[in-house]
């Protein structure tokens, strides 16, 4: 078994490659191509967390995704943000969050809090 990290974008595919080859023969754990596709597995999204690292979602985006998912209206944010005309600042970045409204929409909406704070 010759595993090694992966350092290039080459290696990156070929470990691609081989891990998608080992999912399709669905090896059992222990076995040595269960090993291999474990250790294989590990280095793959080692590589991806270093090579591509997630952002964390801008917060008005994420009001915005949830206010899509969920099929809300302004109206129905007056409850986690204030009046009508308050929303709008909000979600047109006139206003920022207070800590009421992060508590609010982390409670009411289940938008993570981190990411109405913004923490990155």
Do not use: W
């Amino acid at each position: 078994m010759d595993i090694r990290p992966l350092h290039t974008e080459d290696d990156y595919k070929a470990a691609l490659a081989t891990v998608s080859e080992l999912v399709d023969a669905d090896p059992a754990p222990g076995t040595p191509d269960g090993d291999r596709l474990d250790i294989l597995s590990i280095l793959v999204e080692r590589y991806e967390a270093e090579t591509f690292p997630l952002q964390s979602p801008d917060p008005v985006e994420a009001i915005k995704f949830r206010m899509e998912q969920a099929g809300l209206s302004v109206p129905d944010m007056q409850p986690y943000i204030g009046n009508a005309n308050r929303v709008y600042e909000v979600l047109n970045r006139k206003r920022a969050l207070s800590l009421t409204m992060i508590r609010r929409l982390h409670a009411g909406l289940h938008i993570p809090a981190d990411v109405l704070i913004g923490v990155v």
